[in-house]
């Protein structure tokens, strides 16, 4: 007995000790598992709230910026008497570049609104006070964004530039289809910009003219009037110009003074009408640098001087195609911290945010790209600036909201905010009788 109690006395006070940190090992793994499921659950939580306003502001603002381009092109699609088809074929031909700036901003606004909607609820705090700091909401914030990005990079560089040849082409074989469409007998014609037709009669095969009258406006210097007795239509083989041959006529021209006139006699005259300039509103269509692939843009630079006024364009169309897909990414980064501590209560402040942003962040970038063409300084630095700005703010956003600090710009706006909407409201109560 003696021999057993100091084993026994020994033993005692060793079990409890085994047993605290085994259920202290149990506990910490346990509450490590449910961290570790609670941060998937977060993700896929946060993800599925950010997709549903992301796809909703994308198909609005596509919808917003197709009916405004479109606007160009309604007198060409009425004119020429395309149907469903050829406006399908411009809806297909102008995605991508409405989406290069539609994909960024549905990306800002869908951030927005989901983090309006957390805050305002309080699931913000929730998560807080559950364990998961504000830098532990980074993962859906940057899948949502990743994912824009790489869309849109993948659409600037390898999409973008033959949707804009096609779309050119649709557009000229419209402004062709209305040329043979727009004369019309004893009918003033004022489709073509600058140039007013009226014709007398015209053959059955719509080719053959009788008392031809035009007025050409199209110069500011110099106006014509030009009388014929006959003209016959003739489309050049390459589609992009008609010739109006006139017979036996007359060309009066009068000066920018309004007082010289000109009188020219004529036997056979060739009017030209530019095709392009009526599908592409006043402009020639020409494979510019929005036509140009990746590697038809790095010759176009390689071959330029460095400087001129040329490789600045080049280069600021390089540059665009990298940094305006790279906005998904600042603008999805900047959008949740501003929308906690903007204090947003509604998707609609928060819609309103969104909107105030991209356009301070599209008005800088017009701004800078204005400079690098005149060549002020680099392109390269013009449009990645915006970028720069809105990223370095981003930081400084999520480090003060993880800290629950007030951003004091927000603060003084919000205050500013505050005294005109109490001034407006006293001022309504005086008014009341």
């Not at 390898?158 to 040329?179: H, K």
């Not at 998707?347 to 800078?368: D, E, N, P």
């Not at 600036?385 to 956003?397: E, H, M, R, S, Y």
Request: glycine residues 6%.
């Amino acid at each position: 007995m003696t021999i057993g109690m100091p084993y026994t006395s020994h033993l005692a006070p060793t079990r409890p000790q085994v047993c605290n940190v085994t259920v202290k090992s149990f506990t910490n793994s346990w509450a490590f598992i449910t961290l570790k499921s609670m941060r998937k659950t977060l993700l896929r939580y946060l993800v599925v709230e950010q997709v549903v306003p992301f796809f909703v502001s994308l198909f609005v603002l596509t919808v917003v910026l197709f009916l405004g381009k479109s606007m160009r092109y309604t007198q060409l699609l009425l004119g020429s008497g395309s149907g469903l088809t050829d406006l399908g074929k411009l809806l297909v031909y102008s995605l991508p570049y409405f989406l290069a700036f539609t994909i960024p901003m549905a990306t800002l606004l869908a951030v927005l609104v989901s983090f309006a909607r957390l805050a305002h609820d309080s699931e913000i705090t929730a998560m807080k006070a559950a364990g998961i700091s504000f830098y532990g909401m980074i993962p859906p914030v940057a899948l949502l964004a990743g994912s824009a990005w790489l869309i849109t990079l993948c659409l600037s560089l390898f999409v973008f530039p033959n949707a804009n040849i096609a779309l050119d082409r649709v557009l000229l074989e419209m402004a062709q289809s209305r040329a043979h469409l727009a004369f019309k007998e004893r009918v003033f014609n004022n489709q073509f910009g600058g140039l007013v037709f009226f014709i007398n009669r015209i053959s059955s095969d719509g080719k053959r003219f009788q008392e031809v009258f035009i007025s050409d406006e199209r110069s500011p210097e110099t106006r014509n009037t030009i009388v014929a007795e006959e003209g016959l239509l003739v489309t050049e083989p390459d589609g992009r110009r008609i010739i109006l041959r006139l017979f036996r006529g007359s060309i009066m021209r009068l000066g920018d003074d309004m007082q010289s006139v000109q009188t020219i006699r004529f036997q056979n005259y060739d009017f030209s009408v530019d095709l392009q300039s009526v599908a592409f509103g006043g402009s020639r269509f020409h494979k510019d640098k929005q036509h140009f692939s990746m590697r038809e843009l790095r010759e176009a630079l390689a071959s330029t001087e460095p400087g001129s006024e040329r490789h600045n364009i080049l280069s600021l169309e390089w540059h665009r195609r990298f940094s305006l897909p790279f906005a998904c990414i600042v603008l999805g980064f900047i959008a949740a911290p501003l929308s906690v501590q903007s204090g947003s209560q509604s998707r609609l402040s928060g819609v309103v945010i969104g909107l105030v942003l991209f356009l301070v962040y599209y008005i800088l970038l017009s701004a800078a790209q204005a400079l690098g063409e005149d060549g002020t300084y680099p392109p390269a630095i013009g449009l990645w600036l915006p970028n720069v700005v809105f990223g370095i703010l981003a930081v400084v956003l999520w480090i003060k909201t993880a800290r629950e600090s007030t951003f004091k710009p927000f603060a003084l706006a919000r205050h500013l905010v505050g005294l005109v909407t109490s001034k407006f409201k006293s001022r309504h109560r005086c008014e009341l009788p």
